[in-house]
RNA sequence: GCGCCCGUAGCUCAGUGGAUAAGAGCAACGGACUUCGGAUCCGUAGGUCGGGGGUUCGAAUCCUCCCGGGCGCGCCA
């Protein structure tokens, strides 16, 4: 998978400010200990983590662990020179070796009270970083073939791909969202979908019909004729039973299609920038301008009458088809002149998001960029696993004729929005999915989401009752924050401290599962506090308005790992 | 046959080469409300990280072989 990313090491913005400032003192130390001598002079990246039990502190780093190979000494020997080389800062309580030699640092509370205050004042920009910087990033994703409704097997892609580009846009680059309609004249199944199509309205109409022996069969066809007949009349009755009439049906189907995709991506809350016509791409004459240029570069061949690809040269098992026999082009074409036309709109770096079925095609479509001269670094396929469907332990055998879910929308009408996100969101793309439809739709304590969305409720709650008790909520900034130093407390401030870098990993890392779990575990910190420390307490206001402070703050963030993943944070239940 | 993905607690899964301590949720068991939302919290129990070998100061994590499961392998997309 090609790195978009700079290491973090050369990034502050992902980072609270107490995070870069150590990041700071480290490498003056570390380039202290080169000018002496002590140490060797290699790139090292700089990542400080938050150690296992905060009694070992609030920032620990393994940077002497990795250098101790380059230096030759031993970890605790390494970490004592950068120790001795660290320049005073008044943030720093204290520093030690621990364990192998890790460096921890613990910090002076009020960093962690400045946390709370960088969360209200940065609001919704909290834990956004600008390490993109505004490079411009395009991600495909769902395309299914417009031959009919979304499917479950589809679903995947569509929370992964929009969670993906909201988290790109979280660490500064600037995303556009894209789904690519596969409409084009040579698109076999298309033409399929078209003969179908056409079969069911001369059905209707009294017609003799031919639906195709591998034909689109499902009744969603016969709606979609009844509809064509509806708006364009009997004359559908007249178009030729041939290839030009199969496109002619298809494309009039394809409107319908896509409508209903539109509507269901909609209900899923997914907003595309751009629905892109593959169609558009032969009525320009681009895929025969790539041609041209790919026979410039020598890479092309003819043999059994069908225009070949040398892959073999870039990687690939065997040499590609890119004009059929029948004169016909294959997805691989388009997809290199789709990929030209990215490129000319000015993207630096085009993800492609594709379900389990298009596993195999990613080796020779690579292959075939890079015959057609595409920077490898540019291009990225990310390929989603399964989701099942399960009930009660069984899995669920989607079928139309018995009745069990099939389509999106109909996942969708069960279960809400925000369900079918989290679920979808709240396991690694590598990995397959089971989404319990049974505890999806739990209003309970069961259903994860319901645990996260009840923390940003009851946070709602608080602050309600607090104004309701005369405490002012549009100030908090001006809270004596360092009251603020229960064990509790200081967990869920030292939580929010670490969120810009856990917003920076998922991002780099291209998973969206990780603010999933992100948002399970705030409301898990959350619960824990209010459990211990009361807020509203009239008997002592200044308490009060800090942790009225904290619970605003706290509303921010689980707001913004919500937002990351599209799914709402309702203000009550 | 070849390729990709997975195998971690009863179940569903996190785990980015690091800490005498492999973590969540659900399920099980035992506790906690005269007060801010009990859709909550606290605790107990539950593991040969599929198995063998290797690399490393250090491996659930990297390499390799084997076992088990899923998906894919068209001049369809």
Redesign the pocket.
């Known amino acids: 998978m090609a790195r978009l990313l700079t290491p973090r090491a050369t990034f502050v913005g992902g980072r609270s400010m107490a995070d870069a400032q150590l990041v700071e003192l480290l490498t003056a130390a570390l380039e202290a200990a080169r000018q002496a001598g002590e140490l060797p002079d290699c790139d090292v990246e700089i990542?400080l983590?938050?150690?296992?039990?905060p009694?070992?502190?609030d920032f620990?780093?393994?940077i002497a662990?990795?250098l101790?190979?380059p230096a030759g000494r031993a970890?605790r020997e390494v970490a004592r020179i950068i120790l001795d080389r660290l320049p005073e800062c008044s943030v720093l309580d204290r520093v030690e070796i621990?364990?192998?030699?890790?460096i921890?640092f613990h910090l002076s509370p009020t960093w962690l009270q400045d946390t709370v205050r960088e969360v209200l004042v940065r609001g919704e920009q909290y834990g956004h970083s600008t390490e993109g910087e505004g490079r411009r990033v395009q991600i495909e994703f769902i395309?299914?073939?417009p031959v009919g409704p979304l499917h479950v097997g589809n679903a995947r892609g569509g929370p992964y791909g929009d969670a993906l580009a909201s988290l790109l846009e979280a660490v500064g680059y600037d995303v556009e969202r894209e789904y690519l309609v596969?409409d084009?004249p040579?698109?076999?199944?298309?033409r399929?979908f078209g003969a179908s199509v056409q079969a069911r309205v001369r059905e209707l109409l009294g017609l003799s019909a031919h639906m195709p022996e591998d034909g689109y069969k499902g009744d969603y066809v016969i709606e979609y004729a009844r509809r064509l007949i509806y708006d364009h009349g009997d004359g559908l009755g007249e178009i030729a039973e041939d290839e030009d009439g199969f496109y002619e049906f298809a494309i009039l189907g394809q409107e319908l299609v896509v409508a209903e995709i539109r509507e269901t991506c909609e209900m899923l809350g997914v907003e595309f920038d751009v629905w892109f016509s593959?169609r558009e791409l032969f009525e320009r004459g681009k895929i025969d301008a790539k041609i041209d240029e790919l026979w410039g570069r020598g890479v092309l061949y003819d043999?059994?009458?069908?225009l070949w690809l040398r892959t073999t040269d870039y990687g690939d098992?065997?040499d590609?088809?890119l004009?059929?026999?029948?004169g016909?082009?294959?997805?691989?074409?388009?997809d290199l002149a789709y990929a030209d036309n990215k490129f000319a709109r000015g993207f630096e770096h085009l993800i492609y998001v594709w379900g389990?079925?298009?596993?195999?095609?990613v080796?020779s479509v690579k292959a075939g960029m890079a015959a057609a001269g595409v920077d490898p670094e540019a291009t990225e396929f990310i390929?989603h696993?399964?989701v099942?469907l399960?009930e009660g332990?069984e899995v669920v055998r989607m079928s139309k004729r018995r009745g069990t879910i099939v389509t999106l929308r109909e996942l969708l009408e069960d279960v809400g929005r925000d369900a079918t996100r989290f679920f979808l969101l709240?396991?690694?793309?590598?990995?397959?999915?089971?989404f319990?439809l049974e505890?999806a739709r739990k209003?309970?304590?069961?259903?994860?989401v319901?645990?996260v969305?009840?923390?940003h409720?009851?946070i709602?709650?608080?602050l309600?009752?607090?104004r309701g008790r005369g405490f002012a909520t549009d100030d908090l900034l001006e809270a004596d924050l360092s009251l603020l130093a229960h064990p509790d407390e200081l967990r869920l401030m030292r939580w929010m401290a670490d969120y810009p870098a856990?917003v920076a990993?998922a991002a780099?890392?291209r998973?969206p599962?990780?603010p999933a779990?992100l948002s399970?575990?705030l409301?898990?910190t959350f619960?824990?506090f209010?459990?211990?420390?009361?807020?509203?307490?009239e008997e002592a206001p200044e308490l009060?308005r800090a942790?009225l402070a904290l619970v605003g703050a706290t509303g921010v963030v689980l707001r913004n790992v919500l937002g990351l993943l599209g799914v709402g944070a309702?203000?009550?239940?």
Do not use: W
């Open positions: 990542r983590e938050q150690p296992p039990d009694k070992m502190g620990s780093c393994n662990m990795v101790a190979k970890p621990a364990g192998p030699g890790f921890n395309s299914a073939n596969n084009g040579d698109n076999t199944q298309f399929l593959e043999k059994d009458g069908a098992e065997e590609r088809v004009v059929r026999q029948s016909a082009k294959t997805y691989l074409m388009t389990p079925d298009h596993a195999a095609q080796p390929v696993q399964i099942r399960t332990g709240s396991r690694s793309i590598d990995s397959h999915l089971d319990d505890l209003e309970s304590d069961e259903n994860p319901y645990y969305q009840y923390a409720a009851r709602s709650s608080i309600r009752e607090a856990q990993d780099e890392q998973a599962h990780r779990h399970r575990d409301a898990a619960h824990q209010y459990g211990t420390c009361r807020v509203i307490d009060s942790r309702p203000e009550q239940m």
